[in-house]
């Protein structure tokens, strides 16, 4: 069984969509996403620096039209399962037909802008540790006022709070954690600091008709497979400001008898995090055109 994923912010690197946009059709659908959104989407993606798509109004669009374009690319795939990480699932969602592209690009942009907002108000972020076990990091970070923001298996855990906390959190790392890694993002996002962004968001799909996926969708709040499009919609706003629970997407990946996963563009991470959490699947992290031929043979050998 197949299954496509969307990866999350601090993916994008910069001049990432510069070869996507000589495939046929890719540059006329990011102008008119850009025109949609009131973001030029070609400029941040081929001619911006890494400190410009950074910003999470910026970043969180930029990825979703990433991940749309190089899933159009691959041409006509249904795969068993579909799931992506924290932004990713709007990409996902899209991908399922529970939003048509125009409304998830529009919706993107107003919670890239919302959790811009909410990351304002109190200087925060986010950072991976590596290594160590969940029942001993856990609490070690709730100790030191961190919320573990992203739980996503594979020995990798993400903290988020504010810049002070996670300084003490370099100084005083949980027993058996190798590393502390900042992330690239500009907020402490899936935890309580995004609770405005919450508030906004609930506005923002008010005048959406959200259709039920074509696929099996795969939430991150728990690893459930939802079945409606009111609840992706509803799991989409909660979302912004309660942890990403990776780990138990991978498990229900696992007992659906996952045998291949493709990350979409900018793939690398949930290739990464599956290579050491789910032995013996194949993996392909669509990063370039150049990966969509490998990319197209492992669809046909496990769809």
């Known amino acids: 069984m197949l299954v496509l994923v969307a990866p999350g912010q601090g993916a994008q690197t910069p001049g990432f969509l510069t ?3 000589d495939l046929p059709g890719a540059a006329d659908r990011l102008g008119a996403w850009s025109d949609a ?31 749309l374009l190089s899933a159009a690319a691959l041409g006509d795939v249904a795969p068993g399962a579909v799931a992506g990480h924290s ?9 399922t037909g529970v939003l048509g592209d125009d409304d998830a690009l529009r919706l993107v942009r ?12 109190t ?30 298996g594979a020995g990798q855990i993400v903290a988020a709070g ?83 629970r990776w780990d138990l997407c991978m498990e229900t ?3 659906m008898g996952v045998t291949a996963l493709i990350e979409v563009c900018p793939g690398g991470t949930l290739t990464g995090l599956a290579k050491r959490a789910l032995k013996g699947v194949q993996t392909l992290a669509v990063k370039t055109p150049d990966d969509l ?8 050998e496990h769809s």
């Open 110 to 121: 107003r919670r890239g802008l919302a959790m811009a907002e909410a990351a304002a108000v």
């Open 123 to 152: 200087e925060t972020g986010m950072a991976a540790l590596l290594g160590g076990d969940p029942e001993v990091t856990v609490p070690h970070l709730e100790k030191l006022g961190l919320t573990p923001a992203n739980v996503n």
């Open 162 to 244: 504010t810049k002070e906390q996670l300084a003490t959190l370099e100084a005083d790392k949980p027993e058996g954690v190798r590393k502390v890694v900042a992330l690239k993002v500009a907020g402490a996002f899936h935890t309580h600091h995004m609770a405005p962004a919450v508030a906004q968001l609930e506005e923002a799909v008010k005048d959406l008709t959200p259709a039920d996926p074509k696929l099996t969708y795969v939430s991150n709040r728990d690893g459930k497979a939802v079945a409606t499009g009111a609840e992706v919609i509803e799991r989409l706003v909660g979302q912004v400001a309660n942890p990403v």
């Open 19 to 21: 070869p996507w946009l």
């Open 253 to 255: 990946f696992r007992e």
């Open 37 to 67: 959104i009131g973001l030029d989407l070609a400029h941040y993606g081929t001619q911006a620096d890494a400190d410009a798509i950074r910003d999470t109004a910026v970043a969180q669009p930029l990825l979703v039209a990433a991940g």
């Open 293 to 300: 031929d490998a990319a197209r043979a492992l669809v046909a």
């Open 87 to 95: 932004v990713g699932e709007i990409t996902a969602a899209a991908y």
